[in-house]
Protein backbone atom coordinates (compact mmCIF):
# COMPACT_ATOMS: atom_id res chain seq x y z
CA UNK A 1 0.00 0.00 0.00
CA UNK A 2 0.92 3.77 -0.51
CA UNK A 3 -0.04 6.56 1.14
CA UNK A 4 -0.99 9.93 -0.98
CA UNK A 5 -0.39 13.24 0.90
CA UNK A 6 -3.44 15.24 1.02
CA UNK A 7 -1.92 17.78 -1.50
CA UNK A 8 -1.56 15.50 -4.16
CA UNK A 9 -4.75 13.72 -3.54
CA UNK A 10 -6.49 17.38 -3.86
CA UNK A 11 -4.82 18.12 -7.27
CA UNK A 12 -5.74 14.80 -8.71
CA UNK A 13 -9.14 14.90 -7.79
CA UNK A 14 -9.83 17.76 -9.84
CA UNK A 15 -9.99 15.84 -12.78
CA UNK A 16 -12.20 13.63 -11.39
CA UNK A 17 -15.02 16.17 -10.40
CA UNK A 18 -15.13 17.79 -13.81
CA UNK A 19 -15.89 14.61 -15.00
CA UNK A 20 -18.86 13.77 -13.07
CA UNK A 21 -20.15 17.46 -13.42
CA UNK A 22 -21.58 15.95 -16.82
CA UNK A 23 -22.91 12.68 -15.98
CA UNK A 24 -25.86 11.54 -17.93
CA UNK A 25 -29.41 12.07 -16.33
CA UNK A 26 -31.37 9.50 -18.16
CA UNK A 27 -34.43 7.73 -16.03
CA UNK A 28 -34.34 3.46 -17.36
CA UNK A 29 -38.26 3.32 -15.84
CA UNK A 30 -38.51 -0.62 -16.98
CA UNK A 31 -35.18 -1.57 -15.20
CA UNK A 32 -35.99 0.84 -12.13
CA UNK A 33 -39.31 -0.12 -11.64
CA UNK A 34 -38.26 -4.34 -11.46
CA UNK A 35 -35.13 -3.54 -9.73
CA UNK A 36 -37.33 -2.27 -7.00
CA UNK A 37 -39.61 -5.48 -7.36
CA UNK A 38 -36.80 -7.22 -6.94
CA UNK A 39 -35.40 -5.52 -3.21
CA UNK A 40 -36.13 -7.31 -0.12
CA UNK A 41 -36.54 -5.85 3.30
CA UNK A 42 -35.74 -2.29 4.35
CA UNK A 43 -35.06 0.52 2.88
CA UNK A 44 -35.67 -0.72 -0.80
CA UNK A 45 -35.79 3.02 -2.68
CA UNK A 46 -32.60 4.40 -0.77
CA UNK A 47 -31.16 1.29 -1.69
CA UNK A 48 -31.34 2.04 -5.87
CA UNK A 49 -29.03 4.79 -7.06
CA UNK A 50 -30.21 5.94 -10.62
CA UNK A 51 -28.53 8.94 -13.24
CA UNK A 52 -30.92 11.78 -11.28
CA UNK A 53 -30.28 10.55 -7.82
CA UNK A 54 -27.50 13.11 -5.94
CA UNK A 55 -25.48 10.03 -4.83
CA UNK A 56 -25.00 9.12 -8.33
CA UNK A 57 -21.43 10.37 -8.33
CA UNK A 58 -20.38 8.85 -5.06
CA UNK A 59 -21.63 5.22 -5.79
CA UNK A 60 -20.57 5.32 -9.21
CA UNK A 61 -16.98 5.74 -8.24
CA UNK A 62 -14.29 3.37 -7.12
CA UNK A 63 -10.93 3.39 -5.52
CA UNK A 64 -9.52 4.68 -8.63
CA UNK A 65 -11.44 7.69 -9.53
CA UNK A 66 -12.10 7.25 -13.23
CA UNK A 67 -15.81 8.12 -14.11
CA UNK A 68 -18.18 5.82 -15.79
CA UNK A 69 -22.15 5.99 -16.25
CA UNK A 70 -23.93 2.66 -14.71
CA UNK A 71 -27.56 2.80 -15.70
CA UNK A 72 -28.56 1.91 -12.45
CA UNK A 73 -26.49 0.92 -9.40
CA UNK A 74 -28.65 -1.07 -6.69
CA UNK A 75 -26.75 -1.84 -3.42
CA UNK A 76 -28.44 -6.25 -2.55
CA UNK A 77 -28.32 -6.75 1.16
CA UNK A 78 -29.43 -10.82 1.12
CA UNK A 79 -27.86 -13.56 -1.13
CA UNK A 80 -32.30 -14.13 -2.22
CA UNK A 81 -32.17 -10.99 -3.94
CA UNK A 82 -29.53 -11.51 -6.42
CA UNK A 83 -31.14 -13.69 -8.68
CA UNK A 84 -34.15 -11.56 -9.38
CA UNK A 85 -31.91 -8.86 -9.99
CA UNK A 86 -29.53 -10.95 -12.47
CA UNK A 87 -33.33 -11.43 -14.29
CA UNK A 88 -34.10 -7.97 -14.22
CA UNK A 89 -30.91 -7.00 -16.43
CA UNK A 90 -31.77 -9.91 -18.91
CA UNK A 91 -34.99 -8.87 -18.90
CA UNK A 92 -34.21 -5.17 -19.19
CA UNK A 93 -31.57 -5.85 -21.95
CA UNK A 94 -28.75 -4.74 -19.81
CA UNK A 95 -25.53 -5.90 -18.86
CA UNK A 96 -25.20 -7.16 -15.03
CA UNK A 97 -22.06 -5.53 -13.42
CA UNK A 98 -21.06 -7.50 -9.72
CA UNK A 99 -19.26 -5.37 -7.21
CA UNK A 100 -18.15 -6.29 -4.09
CA UNK A 101 -15.39 -4.27 -3.59
CA UNK A 102 -14.95 -1.20 -6.10
CA UNK A 103 -11.23 -1.46 -6.83
CA UNK A 104 -11.51 -1.93 -10.37
CA UNK A 105 -7.94 -0.65 -11.82
CA UNK A 106 -10.25 0.50 -14.27
CA UNK A 107 -13.76 1.46 -12.35
CA UNK A 108 -15.39 -1.10 -14.83
CA UNK A 109 -17.03 -2.45 -11.50
CA UNK A 110 -19.51 0.04 -11.90
CA UNK A 111 -19.37 -0.11 -16.15
CA UNK A 112 -21.29 2.07 -18.44
CA UNK A 113 -24.41 1.69 -19.14
CA UNK A 114 -24.94 -1.46 -16.92
CA UNK A 115 -27.22 -2.96 -13.98
CA UNK A 116 -24.41 -2.53 -10.93
CA UNK A 117 -25.35 -5.25 -8.06
CA UNK A 118 -22.60 -4.13 -5.09
CA UNK A 119 -22.47 -6.26 -2.76
CA UNK A 120 -20.85 -4.93 -0.12
CA UNK A 121 -23.42 -5.31 2.49
CA UNK A 122 -24.27 -9.17 2.32
CA UNK A 123 -20.28 -9.52 4.20
CA UNK A 124 -20.93 -12.65 6.25
CA UNK A 125 -17.83 -14.38 7.80
CA UNK A 126 -18.88 -18.04 9.44
CA UNK A 127 -16.23 -20.48 10.47
CA UNK A 128 -16.82 -23.88 10.92
CA UNK A 129 -17.30 -26.05 14.06
CA UNK A 130 -14.02 -27.26 13.62
CA UNK A 131 -12.36 -23.76 12.38
CA UNK A 132 -10.64 -25.78 9.10
CA UNK A 133 -12.88 -23.73 6.94
CA UNK A 134 -15.18 -20.48 6.49
CA UNK A 135 -18.05 -19.69 4.70
CA UNK A 136 -17.77 -16.02 2.99
CA UNK A 137 -20.18 -13.84 1.74
CA UNK A 138 -18.76 -12.33 -1.66
CA UNK A 139 -18.53 -8.78 -0.37
CA UNK A 140 -17.09 -9.26 2.72
CA UNK A 141 -13.56 -7.39 2.06
CA UNK A 142 -10.49 -8.77 3.34
CA UNK A 143 -10.48 -6.63 6.56
CA UNK A 144 -14.07 -7.83 7.31
CA UNK A 145 -12.59 -11.49 6.92
CA UNK A 146 -9.33 -10.98 9.15
CA UNK A 147 -10.99 -9.56 11.92
CA UNK A 148 -13.29 -12.00 12.16
CA UNK A 149 -11.35 -15.07 11.55
CA UNK A 150 -8.26 -13.40 13.50
CA UNK A 151 -10.84 -13.99 16.97
CA UNK A 152 -10.65 -17.68 16.13
CA UNK A 153 -6.74 -17.23 16.08
CA UNK A 154 -7.37 -18.73 12.01
CA UNK A 155 -7.31 -16.85 9.12
CA UNK A 156 -7.47 -17.14 5.46
CA UNK A 157 -4.25 -16.55 2.84
CA UNK A 158 -4.93 -13.62 1.37
CA UNK A 159 -3.61 -10.41 0.55
CA UNK A 160 -2.88 -7.14 1.91
CA UNK A 161 -5.34 -4.16 0.85
CA UNK A 162 -8.01 -4.29 3.93
CA UNK A 163 -11.01 -2.93 1.37
CA UNK A 164 -10.94 -5.19 -1.48
CA UNK A 165 -13.94 -7.36 -2.32
CA UNK A 166 -13.15 -11.12 -1.87
CA UNK A 167 -15.80 -11.35 -5.12
CA UNK A 168 -13.67 -9.98 -7.16
CA UNK A 169 -10.25 -10.48 -5.78
CA UNK A 170 -10.82 -14.15 -6.52
CA UNK A 171 -11.78 -13.83 -9.35
CA UNK A 172 -8.16 -12.79 -10.41
CA UNK A 173 -6.49 -14.95 -8.78
CA UNK A 174 -5.67 -13.51 -5.39
CA UNK A 175 -1.72 -13.18 -5.05
CA UNK A 176 -0.72 -12.65 -1.71
CA UNK A 177 2.03 -12.27 1.35
CA UNK A 178 2.13 -16.15 1.88
CA UNK A 179 2.00 -17.37 -1.66
CA UNK A 180 5.29 -18.87 -2.16
CA UNK A 181 4.52 -21.34 -0.01
CA UNK A 182 1.05 -21.28 0.48
CA UNK A 183 -0.23 -20.51 -3.30
CA UNK A 184 -2.33 -18.29 -4.74
CA UNK A 185 -5.70 -17.33 -2.47
CA UNK A 186 -7.95 -19.37 -5.03
CA UNK A 187 -6.04 -22.54 -4.15
CA UNK A 188 -7.31 -22.64 -0.82
CA UNK A 189 -11.01 -22.53 -2.23
CA UNK A 190 -13.53 -24.93 -1.92
CA UNK A 191 -16.62 -23.88 -3.09
CA UNK A 192 -18.55 -21.13 -4.93
CA UNK A 193 -21.97 -20.49 -5.23
CA UNK A 194 -22.63 -18.18 -7.90
CA UNK A 195 -25.91 -17.08 -9.61
CA UNK A 196 -26.07 -17.96 -13.21
CA UNK A 197 -27.20 -15.67 -16.32
CA UNK A 198 -30.50 -17.27 -16.74
CA UNK A 199 -30.97 -16.53 -12.79
CA UNK A 200 -30.39 -20.31 -11.32
CA UNK A 201 -28.20 -20.37 -8.11
CA UNK A 202 -25.70 -23.14 -8.45
CA UNK A 203 -22.85 -24.66 -6.27
CA UNK A 204 -19.29 -24.72 -7.89
CA UNK A 205 -16.21 -27.28 -6.66
CA UNK A 206 -13.43 -30.26 -7.72
CA UNK A 207 -17.30 -32.24 -7.83
CA UNK A 208 -19.89 -30.28 -9.05
CA UNK A 209 -19.23 -27.99 -12.25
CA UNK A 210 -15.50 -28.59 -12.06
CA UNK A 211 -15.44 -26.51 -15.63
CA UNK A 212 -16.35 -23.49 -14.16
CA UNK A 213 -14.93 -23.66 -10.82
CA UNK A 214 -11.77 -24.20 -12.25
CA UNK A 215 -13.04 -21.03 -14.41
CA UNK A 216 -13.82 -18.84 -11.59
CA UNK A 217 -10.93 -19.12 -9.60
CA UNK A 218 -8.33 -16.77 -11.78
CA UNK A 219 -10.30 -16.62 -14.60
CA UNK A 220 -12.77 -14.00 -14.42
CA UNK A 221 -16.42 -14.03 -14.19
CA UNK A 222 -18.76 -16.64 -15.33
CA UNK A 223 -21.60 -16.27 -13.02
CA UNK A 224 -22.70 -13.55 -10.34
CA UNK A 225 -19.92 -15.09 -6.89
CA UNK A 226 -22.32 -14.56 -4.13
CA UNK A 227 -20.42 -16.89 -1.77
CA UNK A 228 -17.36 -19.07 -1.57
CA UNK A 229 -15.58 -21.96 1.36
CA UNK A 230 -12.30 -21.64 1.71
CA UNK A 231 -9.94 -23.19 4.22
CA UNK A 232 -8.39 -21.48 6.91
CA UNK A 233 -5.33 -21.64 8.36
CA UNK A 234 -3.23 -20.88 11.97
CA UNK A 235 -0.27 -19.09 10.49
CA UNK A 236 2.96 -19.24 12.83
CA UNK A 237 4.77 -16.72 14.62
CA UNK A 238 7.22 -15.32 11.87
CA UNK A 239 10.09 -12.60 11.86
CA UNK A 240 9.91 -9.41 9.90
CA UNK A 241 12.14 -6.92 7.84
CA UNK A 242 11.85 -3.55 7.10
CA UNK A 243 14.20 -1.63 4.90
CA UNK A 244 14.77 1.74 3.69
CA UNK A 245 17.48 2.98 1.25
CA UNK A 246 18.31 6.31 -0.24
CA UNK A 247 18.20 7.71 -3.68
CA UNK A 248 21.74 7.52 -4.64
CA UNK A 249 21.44 3.44 -3.91
CA UNK A 250 18.49 2.58 -5.16
CA UNK A 251 19.60 1.09 -8.07
CA UNK A 252 21.68 -0.88 -6.29
CA UNK A 253 19.50 -1.99 -3.35
CA UNK A 254 16.46 -3.13 -6.30
CA UNK A 255 19.83 -4.74 -8.70
CA UNK A 256 20.46 -6.81 -5.05
CA UNK A 257 16.93 -7.58 -4.46
CA UNK A 258 16.01 -8.64 -7.36
CA UNK A 259 18.97 -11.28 -7.54
CA UNK A 260 17.99 -12.89 -4.47
CA UNK A 261 14.19 -12.45 -3.37
CA UNK A 262 12.42 -15.26 -5.42
CA UNK A 263 15.41 -17.27 -4.83
CA UNK A 264 15.02 -17.90 -0.92
CA UNK A 265 13.07 -20.46 0.96
CA UNK A 266 9.13 -20.36 -0.03
CA UNK A 267 8.46 -18.94 3.36
CA UNK A 268 10.20 -15.67 2.84
CA UNK A 269 7.67 -13.39 0.86
CA UNK A 270 8.47 -9.70 0.14
CA UNK A 271 8.01 -6.85 -1.96
CA UNK A 272 10.74 -4.05 -3.23
CA UNK A 273 8.97 -0.16 -3.61
CA UNK A 274 10.92 1.39 -5.75
CA UNK A 275 10.19 5.40 -5.10
CA UNK A 276 11.84 8.26 -7.27
CA UNK A 277 14.07 9.52 -4.43
CA UNK A 278 14.24 6.06 -2.30
CA UNK A 279 13.35 2.32 -2.22
CA UNK A 280 12.24 0.11 0.71
CA UNK A 281 11.95 -3.56 1.18
CA UNK A 282 9.11 -5.70 3.70
CA UNK A 283 9.89 -9.11 3.95
CA UNK A 284 7.52 -11.77 5.96
CA UNK A 285 9.68 -15.28 7.05
CA UNK A 286 6.69 -17.04 8.24
CA UNK A 287 6.94 -19.36 11.01
CA UNK A 288 11.06 -18.37 11.62
CA UNK A 289 12.67 -16.46 14.01
CA UNK A 290 14.95 -13.54 13.63
CA UNK A 291 18.38 -15.30 13.46
CA UNK A 292 16.78 -17.32 10.47
CA UNK A 293 15.55 -14.18 8.58
CA UNK A 294 18.98 -12.37 9.76
CA UNK A 295 21.17 -15.25 7.68
CA UNK A 296 18.92 -14.98 4.67
CA UNK A 297 18.83 -10.93 4.40
CA UNK A 298 23.07 -10.86 4.85
CA UNK A 299 22.97 -13.49 2.34
CA UNK A 300 21.81 -10.40 0.01
CA UNK A 301 24.31 -8.14 0.41
CA UNK A 302 21.68 -5.33 0.98
CA UNK A 303 23.45 -4.69 4.49
CA UNK A 304 25.99 -3.90 2.83
CA UNK A 305 24.67 -1.01 0.68
CA UNK A 306 25.67 2.47 2.28
CA UNK A 307 23.26 4.12 4.42
CA UNK A 308 20.91 1.19 4.45
CA UNK A 309 18.67 1.21 7.23
CA UNK A 310 17.55 -2.40 8.34
CA UNK A 311 15.16 -4.05 10.84
CA UNK A 312 14.87 -7.69 11.68
CA UNK A 313 12.06 -8.38 14.75
CA UNK A 314 10.61 -11.33 15.59
CA UNK A 315 7.75 -13.37 17.30
CA UNK A 316 5.59 -11.24 15.32
CA UNK A 317 1.87 -12.13 15.37
CA UNK A 318 -0.13 -12.06 11.70
CA UNK A 319 -1.56 -9.11 12.75
CA UNK A 320 1.89 -7.66 12.93
CA UNK A 321 2.92 -8.75 9.99
CA UNK A 322 -0.02 -7.69 7.83
CA UNK A 323 0.54 -4.14 9.85
CA UNK A 324 3.77 -3.57 7.78
CA UNK A 325 2.24 -2.85 4.90
CA UNK A 326 0.06 -0.46 6.01
CA UNK A 327 3.18 1.40 7.12
CA UNK A 328 1.92 1.55 10.12
CA UNK A 329 4.99 -0.32 11.87
CA UNK A 330 8.05 -0.85 10.92
CA UNK A 331 8.90 -3.56 13.89
CA UNK A 332 6.63 -5.95 15.29
CA UNK A 333 5.26 -4.92 18.99
CA UNK A 334 3.02 -6.64 21.63
CA UNK A 335 -0.18 -8.21 20.45
CA UNK A 336 -2.44 -5.77 21.75
CA UNK A 337 -0.55 -2.49 20.30
CA UNK A 338 -0.69 -4.19 16.83
CA UNK A 339 -4.32 -5.50 16.86
CA UNK A 340 -4.78 -1.78 17.43
CA UNK A 341 -3.15 -0.68 14.90
CA UNK A 342 -4.42 -3.27 12.67
CA UNK A 343 -7.88 -1.98 13.60
CA UNK A 344 -7.10 1.79 12.00
CA UNK A 345 -6.97 -0.02 8.48
CA UNK A 346 -9.13 -3.68 8.49
CA UNK A 347 -11.96 -3.00 10.95
CA UNK A 348 -13.62 -1.73 7.76
CA UNK A 349 -17.43 -1.04 6.78
CA UNK A 350 -19.04 -2.18 3.84
CA UNK A 351 -18.36 1.42 2.55
CA UNK A 352 -15.01 2.30 3.49
CA UNK A 353 -13.92 4.87 0.83
CA UNK A 354 -12.84 8.36 1.80
CA UNK A 355 -15.60 10.68 0.38
CA UNK A 356 -15.78 11.67 -3.76
CA UNK A 357 -14.48 14.97 -4.56
CA UNK A 358 -16.98 17.27 -5.84
CA UNK A 359 -20.54 15.17 -5.70
CA UNK A 360 -23.13 16.83 -4.82
CA UNK A 361 -24.33 13.93 -1.67
CA UNK A 362 -21.95 11.21 -0.26
CA UNK A 363 -23.41 7.63 -0.76
CA UNK A 364 -23.80 5.01 2.33
CA UNK A 365 -25.81 3.08 5.08
CA UNK A 366 -25.65 0.59 7.46
CA UNK A 367 -21.78 1.09 7.83
CA UNK A 368 -21.06 -0.83 11.06
CA UNK A 369 -17.73 -2.28 11.39
CA UNK A 370 -17.37 -5.88 11.94
CA UNK A 371 -15.60 -5.59 15.27
CA UNK A 372 -18.20 -2.45 16.45
CA UNK A 373 -17.11 -1.44 19.82
CA UNK A 374 -13.54 -1.44 18.69
CA UNK A 375 -11.52 1.47 16.41
CA UNK A 376 -13.20 1.97 13.48
CA UNK A 377 -11.12 1.65 9.75
CA UNK A 378 -9.52 5.10 8.28
CA UNK A 379 -11.34 5.55 5.44
CA UNK A 380 -9.31 4.53 2.21
CA UNK A 381 -8.03 7.00 0.01
CA UNK A 382 -9.49 7.49 -3.78
CA UNK A 383 -6.62 8.00 -6.11
CA UNK A 384 -6.62 8.93 -10.14
CA UNK A 385 -3.36 7.05 -11.52
CA UNK A 386 -2.00 5.68 -14.69
CA UNK A 387 -1.21 2.23 -14.25
CA UNK A 388 0.84 -0.69 -15.84
CA UNK A 389 2.02 -4.09 -14.63
CA UNK A 390 4.11 -6.74 -15.79
CA UNK A 391 4.80 -10.48 -14.84
CA UNK A 392 8.64 -10.95 -14.70
CA UNK A 393 8.68 -14.65 -16.39
CA UNK A 394 11.08 -17.27 -15.40
CA UNK A 395 11.48 -18.20 -19.31
CA UNK A 396 12.56 -13.70 -19.69
CA UNK A 397 14.44 -12.84 -16.64
CA UNK A 398 15.48 -9.78 -15.66
CA UNK A 399 18.94 -8.42 -16.89
CA UNK A 400 20.66 -5.69 -15.46
CA UNK A 401 20.21 -2.87 -17.85
CA UNK A 402 16.83 -3.17 -17.57
CA UNK A 403 16.63 -2.83 -13.81
CA UNK A 404 18.98 0.40 -14.62
CA UNK A 405 16.82 1.87 -16.80
CA UNK A 406 13.79 1.79 -14.42
CA UNK A 407 15.35 3.35 -11.89
CA UNK A 408 17.53 5.98 -13.93
CA UNK A 409 14.62 7.22 -15.67
CA UNK A 410 12.11 7.23 -12.51
CA UNK A 411 14.21 8.77 -10.56
CA UNK A 412 14.52 11.84 -13.03
CA UNK A 413 10.38 12.28 -12.68
CA UNK A 414 9.02 15.18 -10.81
CA UNK A 415 7.88 14.25 -7.08
CA UNK A 416 4.03 15.65 -8.04
CA UNK A 417 3.82 12.59 -10.11
CA UNK A 418 3.92 10.34 -7.40
CA UNK A 419 6.27 7.26 -8.76
CA UNK A 420 5.86 3.79 -6.95
CA UNK A 421 6.50 0.82 -8.66
CA UNK A 422 6.00 -2.72 -5.90
CA UNK A 423 8.16 -5.26 -6.99
CA UNK A 424 6.37 -8.60 -5.54
CA UNK A 425 8.58 -12.08 -5.70
CA UNK A 426 6.64 -14.79 -6.45
CA UNK A 427 8.16 -18.25 -7.69
CA UNK A 428 5.66 -19.79 -6.07
CA UNK A 429 6.24 -23.61 -4.89
CA UNK A 430 2.52 -24.94 -5.09
CA UNK A 431 1.51 -26.18 -8.25
CA UNK A 432 -1.61 -24.40 -9.86
CA UNK A 433 -5.20 -25.68 -9.44
CA UNK A 434 -6.53 -22.73 -11.04
CA UNK A 435 -6.99 -20.78 -13.81
CA UNK A 436 -4.97 -18.50 -12.61
CA UNK A 437 -2.02 -18.44 -15.49
CA UNK A 438 1.12 -17.58 -14.69
CA UNK A 439 1.92 -19.24 -11.34
CA UNK A 440 4.47 -21.92 -12.15
CA UNK A 441 6.16 -19.15 -14.70
CA UNK A 442 6.21 -16.04 -12.48
CA UNK A 443 9.17 -14.21 -11.36
CA UNK A 444 8.16 -11.28 -9.74
CA UNK A 445 4.60 -9.44 -10.67
CA UNK A 446 5.69 -5.52 -11.25
CA UNK A 447 3.22 -2.71 -11.17
CA UNK A 448 4.28 0.88 -11.64
CA UNK A 449 1.97 3.99 -11.20
CA UNK A 450 2.34 7.38 -11.76
CA UNK A 451 -0.85 10.09 -10.81
CA UNK A 452 -2.80 11.81 -12.89
CA UNK A 453 -2.60 15.15 -12.61
CA UNK A 454 -5.22 18.36 -13.72
CA UNK A 455 -1.28 20.24 -14.45
CA UNK A 456 -1.58 19.24 -18.45
CA UNK A 457 2.55 19.42 -18.29
CA UNK A 458 3.13 17.25 -15.58
CA UNK A 459 0.22 14.89 -16.82
CA UNK A 460 1.79 14.97 -20.20
CA UNK A 461 5.26 13.88 -18.38
CA UNK A 462 3.47 10.96 -16.38
CA UNK A 463 1.57 9.66 -19.66
CA UNK A 464 4.93 9.65 -22.32
CA UNK A 465 6.72 8.02 -19.22
CA UNK A 466 4.31 4.97 -18.56
CA UNK A 467 4.38 4.87 -22.62
CA UNK A 468 8.01 4.50 -22.85
CA UNK A 469 8.69 2.59 -20.24
CA UNK A 470 5.73 0.13 -21.89
CA UNK A 471 7.64 0.13 -25.19
CA UNK A 472 11.01 -0.93 -23.47
CA UNK A 473 9.83 -3.32 -21.50
CA UNK A 474 7.02 -5.73 -23.49
CA UNK A 475 10.19 -6.54 -25.87
CA UNK A 476 12.61 -7.45 -23.04
CA UNK A 477 10.23 -9.28 -20.12
CA UNK A 478 7.28 -10.13 -22.72
CA UNK A 479 3.66 -9.43 -22.16
CA UNK A 480 2.28 -11.41 -19.07
CA UNK A 481 0.43 -9.57 -16.57
CA UNK A 482 -2.27 -9.25 -14.03
CA UNK A 483 -5.84 -8.93 -14.51
CA UNK A 484 -6.34 -7.72 -10.97
CA UNK A 485 -4.58 -4.53 -12.73
CA UNK A 486 -6.24 -4.16 -15.25
CA UNK A 487 -4.59 -1.70 -17.83
CA UNK A 488 -7.47 0.04 -20.30
CA UNK A 489 -4.76 1.05 -22.73
CA UNK A 490 -2.46 -2.17 -22.26
CA UNK A 491 -0.14 -2.78 -25.65
CA UNK A 492 -0.30 -5.72 -26.23
CA UNK A 493 -3.41 -8.75 -26.37
CA UNK A 494 -5.33 -8.34 -23.04
CA UNK A 495 -7.03 -11.99 -23.40
CA UNK A 496 -3.07 -13.87 -23.69
CA UNK A 497 -1.15 -11.51 -21.54
CA UNK A 498 -4.12 -11.76 -18.19
CA UNK A 499 -5.02 -15.49 -19.07
CA UNK A 500 -2.13 -16.62 -21.07
CA UNK A 501 -2.57 -20.55 -22.34
CA UNK A 502 -5.89 -20.86 -20.62
CA UNK A 503 -8.19 -18.66 -22.91
CA UNK A 504 -9.51 -20.93 -25.42
CA UNK A 505 -10.72 -23.16 -22.29
CA UNK A 506 -12.07 -20.60 -20.75
CA UNK A 507 -13.67 -19.04 -23.43
CA UNK A 508 -15.73 -22.86 -23.53
CA UNK A 509 -16.03 -22.56 -19.97
CA UNK A 510 -18.04 -19.13 -20.87
CA UNK A 511 -20.04 -20.39 -23.63
CA UNK A 512 -21.77 -23.05 -21.79
CA UNK A 513 -22.32 -20.80 -18.14
CA UNK A 514 -23.03 -17.43 -19.91
CA UNK A 515 -23.65 -17.60 -23.52
CA UNK A 516 -24.93 -14.17 -24.07
CA UNK A 517 -22.03 -12.22 -22.35
CA UNK A 518 -24.05 -11.17 -19.36
CA UNK A 519 -21.41 -10.22 -17.12
CA UNK A 520 -19.05 -9.33 -19.47
CA UNK A 521 -16.66 -6.08 -19.57
CA UNK A 522 -13.94 -4.61 -21.88
CA UNK A 523 -11.73 -7.17 -21.64
CA UNK A 524 -13.12 -10.04 -20.22
CA UNK A 525 -13.34 -13.83 -21.94
CA UNK A 526 -16.34 -13.63 -24.39
CA UNK A 527 -18.17 -16.85 -25.34
CA UNK A 528 -16.90 -17.14 -28.31
CA UNK A 529 -12.72 -17.39 -29.93
CA UNK A 530 -11.15 -13.22 -28.74
CA UNK A 531 -9.97 -11.63 -31.23
CA UNK A 532 -6.51 -11.94 -31.67
CA UNK A 533 -6.63 -16.15 -30.85
CA UNK A 534 -6.60 -18.78 -32.08
CA UNK A 535 -8.44 -21.85 -31.01
Same mark, same amino acid.
Given at each position: MK???????????????QLIAVAPTQNNAALNACVEHALVGKNVKGRIVTPSSDTYAAASAGNVLLAEYPAVIVYATSVDEISPLVKCGTASGYKVTPRSGGHHFENWSALNETLVVDISHINYVKSSNDLSTATVAAGAKLGQIYETLDQTGHTMIGGICPTVGIGGYLGVGGYNMQMRAYGMAV?????????????? &????????? @? %?? !???MRGGGTYGFTVETTVKTFTIPRSAMVWMNFTGPTRNEATQKYLDWASKQDPLFNSQLNLYSDRAGVLGWYVGKTVPELTAIVKASGLMDIPDANIKVSGNCSTENSRNFWQYTQT?????????? &????????? @? %?? !????????????????????????????PRISLINKTYFITKSKPLQPETIQYITEKSGALPAELGFWTEMTSFNISTPATSAFAWQEEAEYLFRFEVLRSSNTTLQAIGQKFMDDLDAYLVPRIGSASYAGYVDA???????????????????????????????????????????????
Open positions: LYSSSIAGVLLICFADHVQSIKAVLADGR &LVTASATEN @P %DL !FWAECTDDATAHE &LFNTWFNVV @P %DN !FAPVPGAVKQFGFDDIPVLPNQTKAIPWDISTNPYTSYWGDNVCKLSSVKKRYDPTNLFSNPFSIPPTTPEGVQC
